[in-house]
């Protein structure tokens, strides 16, 4: 039942008019990542592949929600096409999100189960916990969650000095949201070092943690996404012993990957779940995050 629900493509990683364009695509990983990669760039490297967008466009690109208005912004981009080979300059500005979102998309509409997930990985900065996100795929025969990071383009992977397989990501090397709080929880691994830029600590966790509960639950929100609950701003503090008890108990569902439990909280939990009559536009922007923080 697991794998059946992660089949259907969610309200985010629906292709819309799309979907015979990935329907023509193989079904080998390796070839659906370059396909990913030749639709987008990361914001954060564009220096790497002689890009420049003035911010105020780069924004307005970064902050795309749904997959099929990737996909339409790609498509437009690159003279009505998704399948030709693009330069950089032809491809939509986003983050990690949205390349394992696309990646997500196109497994969900070939009736792959696939989710993404939000957590910190250890290859993209030097003894640091990255803030970061993947997307996983059902092998059913190997009955197992592959974990695959579709951002890592040839590019990356020489100047990063990956040295593992990006197409099964090793838990060690990325780690969930909820295995992250833990670490720092036990003391085990200081909250400073998980996080991106200047913004790390358990604040920085909370917000990544309640993301993946929501991935599990197949509403793959954007990396900012803030306003309600105990998720009110993208640093948000924990108050008390009660919401560090939750966050505890949360954490736990995230670092197993229990989709009923996500879910459950999802939908129940007061102190995470939207708010009657709340909707997603009403978030801060990417705009208004680097305003706020830098």
């Known amino acids: 039942m697991e794998t059946l629900f992660y089949k259907q493509v969610s309200e985010y990683t629906d292709p819309s008019i799309h979907r015979s364009c990935i329907d023509e695509l193989p079904n080998d990983i390796g070839l659906l990542c370059e396909f990913v990669q030749n639709l987008l760039v990361h914001a954060y490297w564009l220096d790497k592949y002689d890009f420049q967008i003035e911010d105020s466009a780069k ?58 997930r939000c957590g910190f990985a250890t290859y993209l ?41 990006p197409l099964d990501v090793p838990s060690s090397r990325f780690i969930y949201a909820g295995e992250a709080w833990g670490l720092c929880r036990s003391g085990d691994v200081s909250p400073e070092k998980f996080g991106i830029l200047n913004l790390t600590g358990l604040p920085f966790i909370k917000g990544n943690l309640i993301r993946d509960l929501f991935s599990l639950n197949k509403i793959e929100l954007l990396g ?14 924990i108050q008390n012993n009660t919401e560090m008890e939750l966050l505890d108990k949360l954490a736990t569902v995230s670092k197993m990957s229990d989709s009923p439990k996500a879910k459950h909280a999802v939908e129940t939990q007061q102190e995470i779940k939207f708010p009657a009559n709340w909707c997603l536009s009403e978030a801060p922007s990417i705009t208004d995050l680097y305003a706020q923080y830098t």
């Open 59 to 116: 924004f307005t690109e970064m902050q795309t929600r749904y997959a099929k208005d990737i996909l339409d912004l790609a498509f437009v981009k690159s003279h009505n096409s998704l399948n030709k080979n693009k330069k950089s300059q032809n491809r939509v500005v986003s983050i990690c999100r949205d390349f394992s979102l696309i990646l997500c998309t196109v497994l969900r509409t070939k009736g792959i189960p696939a989710r993404t």
């Open 125 to 165: 900065t030097q003894d640091h916990f990255e803030d970061h996100w993947v997307c996983e795929y059902w092998n059913d025969s190997e009955s197992r969650w592959v974990m695959v990071d579709a951002q890592l383009d040839d590019v990356h992977l020489k100047t990063l000095n990956i040295d593992f397989n």
């Open 224 to 237: 900012w996404d803030t306003g309600w609950g105990i998720l009110q701003e993208y640093m948000s503090p």
